[in-house]
């Protein structure tokens, strides 16, 4: 029904009312009268209903013109006082511009922001700001835009430095801010004022205005209409298609109706369905409501009187109007801004401003866009008004936030989207916290939100509804703002600042404490869990928490003050969370070593254990600011650390540790994967930073607080393992103890990772404040041990660095110091690589490495090691010292507990029992031990000499172990595994150790002794003669391994290679039996004496050899003979435009299109390609049919795609699994007989005239009328030699001719797009004309590469042109014969008239290769025919010659005029040729005339005939050389100089051209004359047809922009070209002709085929014959396309500076072309491999199988 009522007709009453109308008059009866709303609503209500809504369609383009006429113009001269044409001109004179730029983004537009100068990454530019700013100099980053937001160029605050670009540069002259209006007189101001809010009142009446058939107060129309609208508004519930369904029953519209309306209820939110009297609307109404109510909630529908439509729609325009008229002047900005925010006759929040903001969520998106503009070019871009307005949205926030959690739109077009704008702006976000407590109050918003708490009062997102998770995600926004309001730290803190964020902090306490343990787990004994427990939400809010987590702290670290109230109040919070040990922990007492402490029993495994923890957490965080900002010494009295309980503190993080040390030993596997994953990211990089990192940062706070020992009792208990460490004879306690093996498992395990836990806690200082260390020494760690892993790209490193809030790692600051760049070759990408300096830094036991990262960093050090020659022991680096407040956990490496420890796992290790110990647990030790011995050896280097050093783990080691068992020292255990044979992988490690101890003993003696001595040369002395020795023979034994291991490697790698090494063996096979073909001419100089002919009676003839292959499915040798079995090659054929010189032409109708001849301009053509492996023509059948069944099954089955079509031939060659559609038989040479005389051209064309004759006539005989007659025309003589009716014996074997018929139709099929047809008399033209294309193609590609003609070409593609020569020279066998004969005559009438051939082609409208391809492939029907002895080869050199000669004249022709060029002098041998030019070119303008121009230059002829020509020539000898097999002179192998004489001499032609026109000029001039007098010339020459000129340049890719986001810019702006300037989606640009495309989108399909396609796939039919390459600009991906239903994404060509590619656009990094990689796509395409890359890429990833490539 929408169709019905397209324009109508305005009522004539109307339009005499409207031309009545003087907008003068009406403006000057406002200027007078007092109540101003009283009269402008008169005439809205009016007019408005008169103009807007009176049909169907809203909006059509002439109510906006009356609109304008009727209703903006008065209000605009009411505004102006004058005639607003010059009244808004002199405003925008005297307009002074604000320097900010707030150019407002469209979708995907790109932007720009400054990573080192921006304030926070919400800071952009656009492309303009930022190409004239200093930001393109430094590092940025580059994003698309998702609409909405505006460019800070201009604002100060934004930016650190550069906040101007060059345009937005303010004067220096109009410095101070003036206020705007001083330049406007008060009666403008009035005048304004009045008016805009007369306005503004009427837009927000209307928009929030809720009732379906009432008007407000005074707009009621004086005469009212009953008629109706049916709206239906957007909901982001229902999909497109249950819409579009809806729809088509509702209001029975077809389907493309249904999409349109969908379409724009989804882009404004709302759209009449139906337009009519109420009863019609109810009814649609109530149709959709009972279609879509069933699974959801209902499609909102209203049914409203169209008086009150038509006010929203003008209501709509006002707000348009308004943005329109402030864009003249910064006054009346400031006016507009002022009149909404005027507080309304309510009070508080009663402004229009604020009535609109509080509406938002009830209007539709199409009104809420429009004034969300409007703020954003008023309010947002005045600053006085900007933070009047910040104040006004935060004292609505909890409101606009409540509203917004119910709104099922999404978050951009809510107003509460705006935050970014205010919040991010320092100076308003600091005004707001003091002013309006935003922080407090965006808190406590977000956890009233959230009210599932259990028991304790902790969140429970268990058993959440899809409603409540719906709500989840939602409140998370207001993290994003609260992240906005934290992002700049304050430089300077006033007291009020200092109390709101405070109370902000208690709020967010109070919030942290309802996490402090949430979603507790119990160990699951006996029973696997039946149900996973929701994980995901606690994790989401910890993720999303993390960085303001993160951001206190920094708050905290910029004001002593306040640093000391957060201590505090953390401390209470915690102190809150866990009073005491209340939970019935029982006290207990342990004691080990000599040691005991107080404790409680608790055990991991039994009890309720959370991995959420987030008070402890920061509390450790503030701990660590404490000491790094020295507050801890400077103001020890203000902290509370009296009420520090270390055990306290340590307890709940401890439990966490040991609950993944548990995980890991495989204790908690009943509990399923929801733990796995917890402990996941707990370690993980997003999160470890607030989680893992600060639970061992409260280990170390609580340790280096108490007693050393206690603290590791108090550890060994939690990880369980005190009853074997404690007891008396732990050393021998395995002898004892029952032989459970998984508990014996897990103990080991438990015990790793508890000795793992010692050595972080001891050896993790490079946070500052726990180390003393630098900011930047951190990050350089992480990368270190990151690199040590392996060489990493740049984005592999940023994803495992932890990100700040502005998504920086930090990372380019120092990875310079640590790593070195290596560029990208032309795949892969760029790797940083450990610099060797820095490998002495390694840590094996580093943090933040997995079991996975650790064992692969292990190998590889030791590995690098070994091929430094160096001892591969890998000791701990030496460490930085602590800062004070941690300086005593150090003594953990000496303490009794420890050493006891140490001492029962070594023993264990000198008498293992099998299973009760590890070597992991050894290699701890060893590592700790280490860690000792460096911590001393440090602390003794580093003291003075009045400074005793009290770490003394030397002496600790040396003692015997503890009464009353009195065991042997660590020392003396260490010795004594020292040469154990099953230790022999730590024995360089024991011998480490030992000489650093022998080390520090000299170090001490000396010092002790003569303390002056510097301590350094300790080392390496005692290296005894016998020490050496052995280390030279373990030297040599690790060279012989690692050549062993080299040899091994090889012999893998040549495995892996066989298939390719098999083939090339195969191809040797080839190459050694027939020294004739192309690959083997290199290296067989014999036949290079006699010049080499390849055409004509006096071509060489190669020695004939068997020729024998082996069959790649049955592996039996097999020769190549016309009478044997025959033989295929895999092969692919397909339509190309590769070479098209016009892409405009239309496509053939396959029906009816006569394929003889191939225009010059090659639009379309047919490639042959092939993989070079041969089979039996049996074995590939067999091969095909299993494929075939196979295939079925599996669509039965599984109905899964395959990368091939079997159903259109299509298979894959079993050896190397490349595409392939057909097979090409493999012929023999073909034999020419060397006879002695042969005709010269006159005799020729004579008796192939008479042939030609008998041929005609005998084929008029074949017509059906007389069969009878068999007597041969009269006046024909016909050479008695010459029997038209002899049928000659086919000389192929059953097979060959099998499979020259299946070659023959696959070519036809592919090449026309036609149903196979084996009698269809095009077969034979397409196989010539698929040989012609193919060698043009690859002569193109030669030349293009800059390769020889011969011998540069892989194997496969020679052996694929010989196969297409000799199969085109017998194909006429398997074809009718007087059809090819017919093909014969007609081919060969184009060049000598015949009168009896009818519409001959201009010489102009043919491609001569081709011509040259087909008839001298088709003259083998009329020549088995012949038996005068003529051979073959004289025909075909004389048909050769007539070509070359039609081609020069076709140059002439075309050169077109001489170019302005320096005439060259020019030798006597050049001499000859130019004269020969302008002889032939002056002939030709003889016959031609005028429309030739005159060109005097021979210089200038010869040139273009030379370079003309050339392609072809090439072309002909490839050609020849294929067929004959005449091997190449070996001047054509190489590049060098002299090649025209070579190739002219091989394809038997003199080297002056023009000698082949002269020399036999009586006989040609007539064939000229009937040349130059084809009406075609002249039509052609005339511009009438496509002039191609010779030669024709290869085509190449698009250039495209060096810079990437110039593609983003122009794509940004287009739009789609069939929904009227709505935006694209998917700008996708076709890299082959530059079209941009709406691709992956319903507005842009099109039907072709009988399918619906994407505009992709349909533009790859017109532009590529069905293959595409595009570049999907908003993701950065190259699109491959093939047919409908083949597609894989190709790397994009462009990198960044790491070398990386950016699919997806995700990293920001600005990207640039990268030359090689798109040549790369370029040869790809110019090789006709893009079908076979898709192949490819689909069998090796099958999910692109399953993609719906045609809707692209
Ligand atoms: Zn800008
Ligand atoms: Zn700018
Ligand atoms: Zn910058
Ligand atoms: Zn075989
Ligand atoms: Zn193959
Ligand atoms: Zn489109
Ligand atoms: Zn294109």
Sequence with gaps: MAAAESDREVPSALCTEFLNFSVKDTASKWLQVTDLYKEVYHHLARYVPKIYCLGPNLNPQSEDLLAQMLLQAPLEWYLCGEDPSTGLAKLEQNNQPSQLCGHVFKVGEPTYSCRECAADPTCVLCMQCFLGSVHKEHRYRMTTSGGGGFCDCGDTEAWKKGPYCQKHEPNISDSCQEDPLAHLSTDMIARCYNVFSVVLKYAVDMLTWDKEDELPLGLEPPDRSDTYYCMLFNDEVHTYEQVIYTLQKAVNCTQKEAVSFATTVDRDGRKSVRFGDFAFCELAKSVIVRNTSRQSKPLRVQVMHSSVVAHQCFALKALHWLGHVIGYSDALRRILCQVGLERGPEGENS?????????????????????????????????????????????????????????????????????????????????????????????????????????????????????????????????????????????????????????????????????????????????????????????????????????????????????????????????????????????????????????????????????????????????????????????????????????????????????????????????????????????????????????????????????????????????????????????????????????????????????????????????????????????????????????????????????????????ERVIDCVASFKKPGVTGRGLYELRPECAKQFNLYFHHYSRADQSKAEEAQRKLKRQNGEDTALPPPVLPPFCPLFASLVNILQCDVLLGMLGAVLQWAVEPSAGHWSESMLQRVLHLIGMALLEEQQQLENSSEDNDVYFNFTLKMSRPGEAPSNTASVLALLENLQNA???????????????????????????????????????????????????????????????????????????????????????????????????????????????????????????????????????????????????????????????????????????????????????????????????????????????????????????????????????????????????????????????????????????????????????????????????????????????????????????????????????????????????????????????????????????????????????????????????????????????????????????????????????????????????????????????????????????????????????????????????????????????????????????????????????????????????????????????????????????????????CGYLSLPSNLLQLFHGQQELLEPLLHGWCTHPGIQQTLQGGGVLVSFPRESNSLIDLPDDYSALINQASSFTCPKSGGDKSRAPTLCLVCGSMLCSQSYCCQTELEGEDVGACTAHTFACGAGVGIFLRVRESQVLFLAGKTKGCFYAPPYLDDYGETDQGLRRGNPLHLCHERYRKIQKLWRQHSITEEIGHAQEANQTLVGIDWQHL
């Design 351 to 811: 402004s229009l401003v604020d009535t609109l903001m509080l509406c938002d969520s009830k209007m539709w998106k199409g009104a809420r866009n429009v004034y969300h503009q409007l703020f954003m070019s008023s309010l947002l871009m005045d600053l006085k008004y900007k933070k009047l307005f910040a104040i006004q949205f935060a004292k609505n926030y909890e409101r606009l936030q409540s509203d917004y959690v119910k709104d099922d739109h999404d978050r951009e077009f809510s107003v509460t989207d705006l935050s970014v704008q205010m919040f991010t702006v320092p100076s308003l976000a600091r005004m707001l916290i003091t002013e309006e407590n935003l922080m407090t109050t965006i808190i406590r918003t977000f956890v009233d939100h959230l009210r599932h708490r259990d028991l304790q009062g902790r969140f429970q997102f268990e058993r959440y509804t899809a409603q409540q998770a719906f709500k989840f995600r939602r409140v998370q926004s207001l993290i994003g703002d609260l992240k906005y309001v934290l992002i700049s730290r304050p430089t300077e803190w006033s007291d009020q600042l200092r109390e709101k964020f405070l109370e902000g902090l208690d709020t967010f306490l109070e919030l942290l404490k309802c996490m402090q343990g949430m979603d507790p787990v119990v160990r699951q004994v006996g029973q696997h869990i039946e149900m996973e427990p929701e994980w995901e939400a606690a994790f989401t809010l910890q993720m999303k928490l993390t960085h303001i987590i993160s951001m206190i702290q920094e708050w905290c670290a910029t004001d002593e003050r306040v640093l000391i109230e957060a201590y505090k109040k953390c401390l209470t919070a915690l102190t809150h969370c866990h009073s005491g040990f209340a939970d019935g922990e029982q006290p207990i007492t342990l004691s080990m070593c000599g040691h005991s402490v107080d404790t409680i029993r608790y055990c991991v495994s039994q009890e309720k254990v959370s991995i959420h923890l987030p008070v402890s957490r920061l509390l450790a965080g503030l701990h660590v600011l404490l000491s790094k900002m020295e507050v801890a010494y400077r103001f020890p009295e203000q902290l509370p650390l009296s009420e520090l309980s270390p055990p306290m503190l340590i307890e709940h993080p401890l439990r966490c540790l040991v609950l993944c040390a548990q995980v890991h030993a495989g204790m908690w596997r009943r509990n399923g994967f929801s733990l796995v994953n917890q402990i996941y990211y707990y370690h993980n990089v997003k999160c470890r930073v607030e989680m893992f990192d600060k639970d061992l940062i409260m280990l170390q706070a609580g340790a280096s607080m108490m007693d050393p020992n206690h603290f590791l009792i108090i550890v060994l208990s939690r990880f369980e393992l005190y009853h074997i460490f404690s007891s008396a004879d732990c050393r021998k306690r395995y002898n004892r103890e029952n032989a459970n093996k998984d508990v014996v498992q897990q103990n080991n395990t438990l015990t790793e990772e508890m000795l793992h836990l010692i050595m972080m806690v001891v050896g993790e200082r490079f946070e500052a404040g726990i180390g003393q260390v630098e900011g930047c020494d951190e990050i350089k760690r992480e990368i270190l041990h990151q690199l040590c892993i392996r060489p990493m790209a740049h984005s592999e490193l940023v994803k495992a660095l932890p990100e700040n809030e502005n998504k920086e790692t930090g990372m």
């Design 981 to 1543: 044979p099953h230790l022999e992988v730590h024995e360089g490690m024991i011998r480490w150790l030992l000489k650093t101890v022998a080390g520090i003993k000299t170090m001490r003696e000396r010092s002790a002794s003569t303390s002056t001595v510097t301590t350094s040369g300790s080392r390496g002395q005692e290296e005894t003669a016998c020490d050496k020795d052995k280390a030279e023979r373990k030297r040599k034994a690790e060279m012989a391994r690692l050549r062993r291991e080299k040899v091994m490697a090889q012999m893998s790698e040549m495995q892996r290679h066989f298939i390719n090494e098999n083939k090339e063996l195969f191809q040797q096979s080839l190459e050694e039996l027939d020294a004739s073909t192309s690959t083997s001419l290199e290296h067989s100089p014999a036949s290079s004496d006699a010049a080499l002919a390849c055409v004509g009676p006096r071509r060489s003839r190669p020695r004939e050899k068997r020729q024998v292959v082996t069959c790649i499915l049955c592996q039996e040798e097999q020769e190549i003979r016309a009478d044997g079995k025959a033989m295929v090659l895999a092969a692919f054929v397909q339509r190309s435009t590769v070479m098209s010189k016009n892409r405009t032409r239309p496509p053939h109708d396959p029906k009816r299109y006569d394929p003889l001849f191939m225009h010059p301009d090659l639009s379309f053509g047919t490639h042959t390609g092939s993989c070079g492996h041969i089979m039996h023509s049996h074995c590939w059948q067999r091969y095909f049919e299993a494929v075939q069944a196979k295939e079925q099954r599996r669509q039965q089955r599984l109905r899964v795609h395959t990368s091939y079509d079997v159903g259109n031939g299509e298979f894959l060659c079993p050896l190397c699994e490349c595409l392939s559609n057909t097979v090409i038989p493999l012929l023999p040479r073909t034999m020419g007989s060397s006879s002695c005389e042969q005709p010269g051209l006159g005799q020729w064309l004579k008796t192939s005239g008479q042939q030609i004759k008998a041929m005609h006539s005998a084929h008029r005989k074949l017509q059906p009328v007389s069969t009878v007659e068999e007597t041969v025309e009269e006046e024909c003589p016909v050479p008695e030699v010459f029997t038209v009716d002899y049928i000659p014996t086919n000389p192929y074997s059953s097979t060959i001719k099998e499979m020259l018929a299946t070659f023959g139709t696959a070519t036809y099929k592919v090449g026309l797009k036609v149903h196979p047809n084996e009698q269809d008399p095009r077969i034979p033209i397409m196989c010539w004309s698929s040989c012609a294309y193919t060698i043009q193609s690859i002569e193109r590609l030669l030349v293009d590469e800059k390769k020889p003609l011969f011998g540069s070409l892989p194997c496969r593609q020679d052996d694929c042109l010989s196969s297409l020569a000799r199969f085109g020279s017998a194909c006429w066998t398997a074809a009718c014969q007087p059809t090819v004969q017919g093909h014969f005559i007609r081919l060969l009438a184009a060049l000598i008239p015949d009168p009896q051939v009818e519409a001959s082609p201009c010489i102009l409208d043919v491609d001569m290769l081709h011509l040259l391809v087909s008839v001298v492939l088709s003259y083998g029907s009329v020549h088995s025919q012949d038996s005068s002895g003529l051979s073959v080869d004289a025909v075909q050199l004389h048909l050769f010659h007539l070509i070359t000669v039609a081609h020069m004249v076709q140059i002439l022709l075309t050169s077109g005029p001489e170019e302005v060029t320096m005439e060259q002098e020019s030798g006597e041998a050049e001499r000859g040729e130019e004269e020969g030019a302008c002889r032939l070119y002056n002939t030709l303008r003889t016959h031609v005339g005028s429309s030739l121009p005159e060109v005097g230059s021979g210089w200038h002829l010869w040139r273009c005939v030379k370079t003309g020509i050339l392609p072809y020539l090439r072309g002909a000898a490839l050609f020849f050389h294929h067929l004959h097999g005449v091997p190449a002179p070996p001047e054509l192998h190489a590049l060098c100089p002299g090649q025209w004489e070579v190739l």
